[in-house]
């Protein structure tokens, strides 16, 4: 099984927040409309803001640290447990728990989270159907 037989497309960008609704209100001044909010697990607000099938979603950090940048590219996936085999013969790091889910959407997601050469965060994630 290759890698990209199971990858559809980009799924999220996430981005970081300490000022929520001001970065719902600015994405929605740039035409995305908000899809789904929630709670985090640890506290602190989610958000996804769609535009064209481009999704945006945002977090209010409960922790010190940078905001306004890009966190991680989000890849929506299919055959989640296949793909995470297959990706653990790929030489980068695995920088999450394995596969983790939450419970985004209404059925959850499952997802994890490669490390790029450059330190950049790759998320494969599967909505559950």
Not at 11 to 28: C, D, L, R, V
Request: proline share 3%.
């Amino acid at each position: 099984m290759l890698v990209k037989d199971c990858i559809q497309g980009l799924q999220h960008i996430g981005i970081p927040t300490k000022k929520m609704e001001a970065s719902i209100a600015f994405y929605e001044n740039l035409g995305f409309q908000l899809m789904n909010e929630e709670e985090q697990v640890n506290g602190g607000a989610v958000a996804f803001l769609e535009l064209k099938g481009l999704v945006i979603e945002l977090w209010e950090l409960t922790e010190d640290r940078s905001i306004g940048a890009i966190d991680h590219i989000a890849l929506d996936v299919i055959k989640i447990d296949e793909l995470y085999q297959a990706v653990k013969e790929l030489p980068y790091p695995i920088v999450s728990n394995g596969i983790e889910s939450l419970h985004y959407w209404k059925k959850g997601i499952r997802f994890f989270i490669v490390e790029g050469p450059n330190q950049e965060k790759i998320e494969f994630c599967q909505i559950n159907l």
